[in-house]
């Protein structure tokens, strides 16, 4: 168990539609990140954010927005859903205060399938 | 472009053998690197890291060696136990607090 959490786990819905992916990070972290894994697809970066603020951008499309709130648990928004964003989406949580050697540890994902 | 490649997409080991898997990078400005392992339906789980300075970091059954004249590094596991049949993804970044690059990642076997 890495101690960050992810919920829901899995997530269906229809095309056009929006949802909210939530995550928890792991207890001191103040930085969380979103990636995508699509089929095939090594983990994508989408976002970051660090100590409630957005830190850097990766391949996030303008429909999808995230957040993280002052108790540093962030949400990643999902709207307008086409075929093509179905997929795993994780998010990861580390504490920079380690410096050069921050790990990144990776919450248990939430599978969303668009129909 | 890919940045990080993981060209095997699979390798399959004897039990008691060693595991050998590969990943180049293409961005010098790399600067950190970690391998990762996935099971089916779960998150990636930290394996092991290193960073530029060195050449070599050992934990247990798991080396990973950096080349980085060659931006190249490379996970060995020994001795190989079924367990470790899972998804490995290698990932870096230029420096801490920064976003991960993976590959693709390499889906080892390990047949008893």
């Known amino acids: 168990d890495s101690g960050v959490t992810q919920t829901p786990k899995h997530l269906i819905t229809a095309t056009g539609q929006r949802v909210t992916l939530r995550c928890s990070p792991r207890s001191g972290d103040l930085s969380v990140y979103w990636y995508q894994q699509s089929l095939d697809q090594g983990l994508q970066f989408l976002i970051q954010y660090y100590n409630g603020e957005e830190r850097a951008k990766g391949n996030i499309l303008e429909r999808f927005s995230a957040q993280q709130f002052p108790d540093l648990h962030s949400e990643l928004n999902l709207s307008s859903l086409e075929l093509g964003d179905s997929a795993l989406y994780f998010c990861?949580?580390?504490?920079?205060?380690?410096?050069?050697?921050?790990?990144?540890?990776f919450g248990p994902g939430t599978r969303l399938l668009v129909l | 472009d890919q940045q990080v490649k993981q060209n095997s997409p699979s390798l399959s080991v004897q039990e008691g053998r060693i595991s050998i898997l590969n990943c180049d990078y293409t961005?010098?400005?790399?600067?950190?690197f970690l391998w990762y392992k996935k099971y089916p339906a779960e998150g990636p789980t930290f394996l092991i890291s290193i960073s530029s300075i060195k050449d070599k970091n050992e934990d247990g059954r798991f080396t990973v060696f950096l080349n980085k004249s060659a931006k190249h590094l490379s996970l060995h596991i020994v001795p190989s136990q079924p367990g470790d049949s899972a998804v490995y993804f290698c990932?870096?970044?230029?420096?801490?607090?920064?976003?991960?690059?993976f590959g693709k990642g390499t889906r080892l076997s390990v047949i008893a």
């Open positions: 990861a949580s580390s504490n920079p205060g380690q410096g050069a050697l921050e790990t990144q540890y």
């Open positions: 990932a870096a970044s230029p420096s801490g607090n920064t976003p991960l690059v």
């Open positions: 961005n010098s400005m790399f600067d950190y």
